[in-house]
Nanobody, 115 residues
Framework: QVQLVQSGGGLVQAGGSLTLSCAVS????????IHWYRQAPGQQRELVAV???????YYADSVKGRFTISRDYFKNTVFLQMNSLKPEDTAVYYC?????????WGQGTQVTVFS
């Protein structure tokens, strides 16, 4: 059974940094795209970053240059390093993997940035 377990997040002052982790179990990890989304209160869930199976990456314009997505093949874990955080980055962050046309989501991690 595929499971995504998230860790990290929390409360940080604007300009600070946080790292989110997403550990994937029960699946072949190396040839899958992994996505990070976020959802702020009253807002739709939005795509933040993707690491593709060949390790190319994509970032939303709002986080480009500040966030970095990476993966550790030995730990089956994807990371989202978030620097220069802004209050508008406040949201619940989710990781996602698609396997055989089915979506699997992490449990969500709250990130709160205060000014």
């Amino acid at each position: 059974q595929v499971q995504l377990v998230q860790s990290g997040g929390g409360l940080v002052q604007a300009g600070g940094s946080l790292t989110l982790s997403c550990a994937v179990s029960g699946s072949v990890f190396s040839n899958k795209d992994i996505h990070w989304y976020r959802q702020a209160p009253g807002q739709q869930r939005e795509l933040v970053a993707v690491i593709f199976s060949g390790d190319d990456t994509y970032y939303a314009d709002s986080v480009k240059g500040r966030f970095t997505i990476s993966r550790d093949y030995f730990k089956n874990t994807v990371f989202l390093q978030m620097n220069s955080l802004k209050p508008e980055d406040t949201a619940v962050y989710y990781c996602k993997i698609d396997i055989n046309f089915r979506e699997y989501w992490g449990q969500g991690t709250q990130v709160t940035v205060f000014s």
